[in-house]
């Protein structure tokens, strides 16, 4: 009996380590900066079309071979069709361009899977005015002009549905699946969509 027991134990302590050197192992494929390829994203608003490229920073903590912190940040581009209220104006278009970055932790749990704890009080979206666009014809020669303080709005305006969408879409996942790294590439599923990023050198 006691031979079983330690046998045992053997194999119990074997497969621990095993399993720990495979967590650890993925921790270090992984560790840097990674950059996704465009894709597009639904959003509310059925006029809208809107493209999200993703990037990823990994991080270990001191101490740890297996986990630590992590950035993403997704650069995004979006074109509407929209109504705007202004007497003898015509329906505009939009396009506009941003940024959303949010931090979080890591862990390695298997030789092919990372869980994800975002920080959502720390979501950051950025859009500028500048790179905020409008279309418009104006209907008659004495339609009013569009107010100079027109882009600003609209860019606050994004900036609200643009952080709806990162929250419950591009930063929802909670684990990265399927991960193999490959040179300077990394395949993995998010939400089981398959995606592919290739190491920022």
């Known amino acids: 009996m006691k031979k079983?027991?330690?046998?045992?134990?053997?194999?119990?302590?074997?497969?621990?380590?095993?399993?720990?050197?495979?967590?650890?192992?993925?921790?270090?494929?992984?560790?840097g900066s990674w950059s996704g390829s465009a894709e597009r994203v639904d959003t509310p608003d059925a006029k809208t079309t809107t493209t999200v490229t993703r990037y990823?920073?990994?991080?270990?903590?001191?101490?740890?071979?297996?986990?630590?912190?992590?950035?993403a940040t997704a650069q995004?581009?979006?074109?509407?069709?929209?109504?705007?209220?202004?007497t003898n104006t015509q329906p505009i278009s939009v396009t506009a361009s941003g940024t959303a970055t949010i931090t979080g932790k890591w862990e390695a749990t298997d030789d092919d899977e990372?869980?994800?704890?975002?920080?959502?009080?720390?979501?950051?979206?950025?859009?500028?005015?500048?790179?905020?666009?409008?279309?418009?014809?104006?209907?008659?020669?004495?339609s009013e002009p569009i107010s100079e303080d027109l882009p600003a709005t609209m860019a606050?305006?994004?900036?609200?549905s643009m952080t709806?969408?990162?929250?419950?879409?591009?930063?929802?996942?909670?684990?990265?699946?399927d991960i193999k790294v490959k040179g300077n590439l990394m395949s993995c599923e998010?939400?089981?969509?398959?995606y592919t990023f290739h190491r920022d050198i």
């Open 114 to 142: 990372i869980m994800v704890s975002f920080d959502t009080n720390s979501l950051q979206v950025n859009v500028d005015p500048q790179e905020v666009v409008l279309e418009y014809t104006i209907s008659t020669e004495t």
């Open 156 to 160: 606050t305006a994004i900036k609200r």
């Open 4 to 31: 079983f027991l330690t046998f045992a134990l053997l194999i119990g302590s074997l497969l621990s380590f095993t399993s720990c050197n495979e967590k650890a192992k993925l921790a270090s494929a992984v560790t």
């Open 164 to 177: 709806s969408v990162m929250a419950h879409d591009v930063f929802s996942f909670s684990k990265i699946d």
């Open 76 to 86: 995004f581009s979006l074109e509407s069709g929209t109504q705007l209220e202004a």
């Open 56 to 71: 990823f920073t990994f991080t270990t903590d001191a101490g740890s071979k297996t986990g630590g912190t992590l950035t």
């Open 190 to 194: 998010l939400g089981h969509k398959d």
